[in-house]
Nanobody, 126 residues
Framework: QEQLVESGGGLVQAGGSLRLSCAAS????????MGWFRQAPGKEREFVAA????????YYADSGKGRFTIFRDNAKNTVYLQMNSLTPEDTAVYYC???????????????????WGQGTQVTVSS
């Protein structure tokens, strides 16, 4: 059973930065895509960023373009989300997810992913 553990969340002032990490263990099938999603109170889970199995193809939600960067270290089975210029609107629980896939295009819908982490809270104060 694959397990995903997120870390790196916390409280930061507007304009600040955070780097989230998601370490995968117990994986038996590869290659796989990885994605980040977030969910704010009272809102649906939304796509943030995704990266394909090789790390050469990435996608971002419009809200994060130019501010967020997703990248992965396959040797460590870890995906990262570097978030810069944070605003209070970025406050949410951030989740990572994986999907066994050799496609060059990573999925961007929550239902396409197989495994999920427990989430890490990101709070941006104004």
């Amino acid at each position: 059973q694959e397990q995903l553990v997120e870390s790196g969340g916390g409280l930061v002032q507007a304009g600040g930065s955070l780097r989230l990490s998601c370490a995968a263990s117990g994986r038996t099938f590869s290659p796989y895509a990885m994605g980040w999603f977030r969910q704010a109170p009272g809102k649906e889970r939304e796509f943030v960023a995704a990266i394909n199995w090789s790390g050469f193809k990435t996608y971002y939600a419009d809200s994060g373009k130019g501010r967020f960067t997703i990248f992965r270290d396959n040797a460590k089975n870890t995906v990262y989300l570097q978030m810069n210029s944070l605003t209070p609107e970025d406050t949410a629980v951030y989740y990572c997810a994986t999907k066994s896939s050799s496609d060059n295009t990573p999925p961007r819908e929550p239902y396409e992913y197989d495994y999920w982490g427990q989430g890490t809270q990101v709070t941006v104060s104004s």
